[in-house]
């Protein structure tokens, strides 16, 4: 197992548009978060899965923002009608229990 | 409220000094644990140590060591011998189990160049 992997890494995506992000955490974790991360600042959360259940969102999460982690394995992250301010970078990562959460590389997002 | 300040924002040193990086929490929670992940320019965020609360023992792993105070609310991390590979924006972060929350919360993070 390699660790968190996330796709695409870039997106490009005119405003108005949809954009979908997968995250495939490290297999045997059955805790997912999504970040968002914008320049000079650190990862601000934005929700929490355990297993499939989505247990915890952060007000940041807007009703245009969704995601899903069905059967409890990849999950991904979908905005609708992306503005400009949703350019970041939207970070995922996987932590078994109480344990560290291991970071993927990210999906960075420019909105344009 | 929890919340985590890095007041450094940016460190330049030269190889082979030392450097401090500073952290300072706030949390009402008697259980928590603290965090630093290292962030290089590829953008992937590196685990480096968790302590928990009642942890304050200080540790180190090779160039690296880290004092947990709580007296002081302060997880410094402190790098012997800087080398250029050190280069990266360093976060200090904070989670805790009461309420329901299963969030960790990070500092605005402070950028070390180290110049050969």
């Known amino acids: 197992d390699t660790g968190v992997s996330q796709n695409p890494r870039h997106k490009i995506t005119k405003r108005g548009q949809n954009v979908t992000f997968r995250c495939d955490p490290i297999?045997?974790?059955?805790?997912l978060y999504w970040y968002r991360q914008t320049l000079g600042q650190g990862p601000e959360f934005l929700t929490y899965?355990?297993?499939?259940?989505?247990?915890?969102k952060s007000r940041l999460l807007s009703d245009r923002f969704s995601a899903e982690r069905p059967k409890g394995s990849f999950s991904t992250l979908e905005i609708q009608r992306t503005e400009q301010g949703d350019s970041a970078m939207y970070l995922c990562?996987?932590?078994?229990?109480?344990?560290?959460?291991?970071f993927g590389q990210g999906t960075r997002l420019t909105v344009v | 409220a929890q919340k985590v300040t890095q007041a450094q924002t940016e460190i330049s040193v030269v190889e082979k000094e030392d450097v401090t990086l500073d952290c300072v929490y706030e949390?009402?929670?008697?259980?928590?644990?603290l965090f630093w992940y290292k962030q290089p320019p590829s953008g992937e965020l590196v685990f480096l140590i968790r302590?928990?609360?009642?942890?304050?023992q200080n540790e180190i792993s090779g160039r690296y060591s880290w004092n947990f105070q709580k007296s002081t609310s302060s997880f410094n991390f402190t790098i012997t011998a800087s080398q250029v590979v050190d280069s990266a924006v360093y976060f200090c972060?904070?989670?805790?189990?009461?309420?329901?929350?299963?969030?960790?919360?990070f500092g605005k993070g402070t950028k070390l160049s180290v110049i050969p």
């Open positions: 297999s045997e974790h059955n805790r």
């Open positions: 899965f355990q297993n499939e259940a989505q247990l915890e």
């Open positions: 949390t009402r929670d008697t259980t928590y644990y």
């Open positions: 990562a996987s932590s078994l229990g109480y344990s560290e959460a291991f």
């Open positions: 302590r928990n609360s009642f942890d304050e």
């Open positions: 972060a904070l989670y805790y189990s009461g309420a329901g929350s299963y969030q960790l919360t």
